[in-house]
């Protein structure tokens, strides 16, 4: 079964930078596009970006191309959310995710994914 593990969320002051990691199942992250998700209390779960199985990225929001970026190692099994200039606003819980199927690899829309990961907390704080 598909598993996602994320991780390297902690608390980290305004302006600085943090990079999480979603680690996956064997072979996933070579035929599975992976999105990352971000949800803060008392608001709706929101898409942030995905990386398709060519390594293109599609961007959920055009409000997070500045500061997020997505990158893949696949020896690793590993996607990364890279997130730089962080802001209180970017308080949440981040998750990664991958669609049922394969999709010929490509990135879905944000209600089309179904294996999630538990999620990692991201803090920004002074």
């Known amino acids: 079964q598909l598993q996602l593990v994320e991780s390297g969320g902690g608390l980290v002051e305004p302006g600085g930078s943090l990079r999480l990691s979603c680690e996956a199942s064997i072979f996933v992250v070579d035929y599975y596009a992976i999105g990352w998700f971000r949800q803060a209390p008392g608001k709706e779960r929101e898409g942030i970006l995905c990386?398709?199985?060519?390594?293109?990225?599609?961007y959920y929001s055009d409000s997070l191309k500045e500061r997020f970026t997505i990158s893949r190692d696949r020896a690793k099994n590993t996607v990364y959310l890279q997130i730089d200039s962080l802001e209180p606003e970017d308080a949440a819980v981040y998750y990664c995710?991958?669609?049922?199927?394969?999709?010929?690899?490509?990135?879905?829309?944000?209600?089309?994914?179904?294996?999630w990961g538990r999620g990692t907390q991201v803090t920004v704080s002074s």
């Open positions: 995710a991958a669609p049922a199927g394969l999709r010929n690899g490509e990135c879905p829309g944000v209600r089309d994914y179904s294996y």
């Open positions: 990386i398709n199985r060519s390594g293109e990225k599609v």
